[in-house]
Antibody, heavy 117, light 110 residues
Framework: MQLVESGGGLVQPGGSLRLSCAASSSAFSNYEMNWVRQAPGKGLEWISYINRSGRSPSYADSVMGRFTISRDNAKNALYLQMGSLRAEDTAVYYC???????????WGQGTLVTVSS | QSVVTQPPSTSGTPGQRVSISCSGSSSNIGSNIVNWYQQFPGTAPKLLIYSNNQRPSGVPDRFSGSKSGTSASLAISGLQSEDEADYYCAAWDDNLNGYVFGTGTKVTVL
């Protein structure tokens, strides 16, 4: 299974953006999913997790209340709705498979989000 | 927010052995498996070690991992020029209900 992110771009501070992650096969429904981001020149930061059924999401403190993770297993897709964007949200955003017992194995190529006026 | 600490950088000459430490806490490394990722500039991270010390298919056996208590380490023996990259440890954090990554270590081959 391959993952392809899309939806990144330039957005003004305070704006919103929706990222998508398209999986290449219906095996997608068997995976628990995460979003991980990497600011320019910085390290990796996990930001959100969702289980196979789309319930029990969790978020890093840095995005809690501003970002919402969701999935549509019928479309083999994962989403990240981002709101109240700040300059510090500027990063490459990756979708990746994994949970507490499974490592983050499959990764997309990433999509760049730039928050700037 | 949970913090997992790695040295910012390490270096070695070809053929040498280098080691990267990863220090966490009871809610992450102390309670869950540790995984290691290798990342080259401009590319997505790649799983290098999983379940503390297991290598995915295709990863050379010069890479090895270990864990003890709330710390883990990655060793690269017989360092090669193509090993020059950034390395991150990661573990699930029970307080966060999500993954926490180490701060990352840049390996330079002299």
């Amino acid at each position: 299974m391959q993952l392809v992110e899309s939806g990144g771009g330039l957005v003004q501070p305070g704006g919103s953006l929706r990222l998508s992650c398209a999986a290449s096969s219906s095996a997608f429904s068997n995976y628990e999913m995460n979003w991980v981001r990497q600011a320019p020149g910085k390290g990796l930061e996990w930001i959100s997790y969702i289980n196979r059924s789309g319930r029990s999401p969790s978020y890093a403190d840095s995005v809690m209340g501003r970002f919402t993770i969701s999935r549509d297993n019928a479309k083999n897709a994962l989403y990240l709705q981002m709101g109240s964007l700040r300059a510090e949200d500027t990063a490459v955003y990756y979708c990746t498979t994994g949970n507490r017992r499974q490592p983050l194995v499959l990764w997309g190529q990433g999509t760049l989000v730039t928050v700037s006026s | 927010q949970s913090v997992v600490t790695q040295p910012p950088s390490t270096s070695g000459t070809p053929g040498q052995r280098v080691s990267i430490s990863c220090s966490g806490s009871s809610s992450n490394i102390g309670s869950n498996i540790v995984n290691w990722y290798q990342q080259f500039p401009g590319t997505a991270p790649k799983l290098l070690i999983y379940s503390n010390n297991q290598r995915p298919s295709g990863v050379p056996d010069r890479f090895s991992g270990s864990k003890s208590g709330t710390s883990a380490s990655l060793a690269i023996s017989g360092l090669q020029s193509e090993d020059e990259a950034d390395y991150y440890c990661a573990a699930w954090d029970d307080n966060l209900n999500g993954y926490v990554f180490g701060t990352g270590t840049k390996v330079t081959v002299l």
